[in-house]
């Protein structure tokens, strides 16, 4: 069963960045397109950003020129670096296969806030 542990959210002011990490079981992340998604409270789950197994990328509109996905076959992680980040981009994030996620993990929590 694959499993998925996010990490590196946290308390931001608005207009700063975290680096977010996701560690896959296995070896999907060398596998499959990975994406990044995200819950804000009170909405439905929503996808952020995605990669192919090379290095193809795509952004939701909310969060391009802002966000960055990359990932590390040798290690098994995908990443998302988050600069200029907004209020508006409170939420749970979670990563997880494209376009068809599995099990989701616990997420981490990312809130930007003065």
């Known amino acids: 069963q694959v499993q998925f542990v996010e990490s590196g959210g946290g308390l931001v002011q608005p207009g700063g960045s975290l680096r977010l990490s996701c560690a896959a079981s296995g070896s999907i992340v060398s596998r499959y397109a990975m994406a990044w998604y995200r819950r804000a409270p009170g909405k439905q789950r929503e996808l952020v950003a995605r990669i192919t197994t090379g290095t193809k990328t795509n952004y939701s509109d909310f969060v391009k020129g802002r966000f960055t996905i990359s990932r590390d076959n040798a290690k098994n992680t995908v990443n998302l670096q988050m600069n200029s980040l907004k209020p508006e981009d409170t939420a749970v994030y979670y990563c997880?296969?494209?376009?068809?996620?599995?099990?989701w993990g616990q997420g981490t929590q990312v809130t930007v806030s003065s």
């Open positions: 997880n296969t494209w376009p068809t996620p599995g099990n």
